[in-house]
């Protein structure tokens, strides 16, 4: 039976770093992850952006500029989306199974709230087409998330959260359990 966990925690806890490194781990041990990792850049040309990351080829795109104020909907907003890098990743979510395991980074306002964005990723999960899936999702929408989709277990980030033991240790639990 697949099982599917929530990583969550506030902004810049280390969620999408907890990702990569499980992912290296299950690499390590002979087991490919899928899905998309999203990566924040803020050193870059153009000011703070969202990159979405195919697990499975390495390959980017942009997704999301800085941008406050921009939706006059919801003008707390910060970040701009580009629907059609969206829905490059979102193809990327419908690509991924099968799978042993299944990474979402993330799901958040659009998906859960707007029912835009990586909208595949709801129908993935309900797939069970995977051994295991991470699901990243904020503080904010983590109630919303719950009540969206059954799910097995909670791992929560903080700023004290010691990501490379944190990654060993759910790597380790993952891949006895994938061993057997």
């Given amino acids: 039976m697949p099982e599917k966990y929530l990583i969550t925690g506030s902004r810049e806890t280390g969620k999408t770093l907890l990702c990569e490194r499980m992912i290296e781990e299950f690499s390590s041990a002979g087991f490919a992850a899928k899905g998309i990792l999203s990566i924040k850049r803020t050193e870059i040309e153009g000011g703070r952006k969202i990159f979405a990351r195919n697990i499975e080829s390495n390959t980017e795109r942009e997704i999301a500029i800085y941008n406050p104020g921009w939706d006059e909907d919801f003008p707390k907003r910060d970040w701009q989306m580009n629907h059609k890098n969206l829905e490059w990743a979102d193809a990327i979510i419908r690509k991924s199974v099968p799978a042993d395991i299944l990474f979402i980074d993330e799901l958040g306002y659009l998906e859960l709230q707007k029912g835009s964005g990586l909208v595949s990723s709801f129908e993935i999960l309900e797939s069970g087409k995977y051994s295991f899936a991470f699901i990243v999702v904020r503080p904010s929408l983590f109630d919303l998330a719950k009540k969206?989709?059954?799910?097995?277990?909670?791992?929560?980030?903080?700023?004290?959260?010691?990501?490379?033991?944190?990654?060993?240790?759910?790597s380790d639990q993952v891949l006895n359990k994938l061993n057997k």
């Fill in 148 to 170: 969206k989709m059954q799910i097995d277990g909670v791992i929560y980030i903080n700023p004290s959260t010691d990501i490379e033991k944190t990654a060993i240790s759910l």
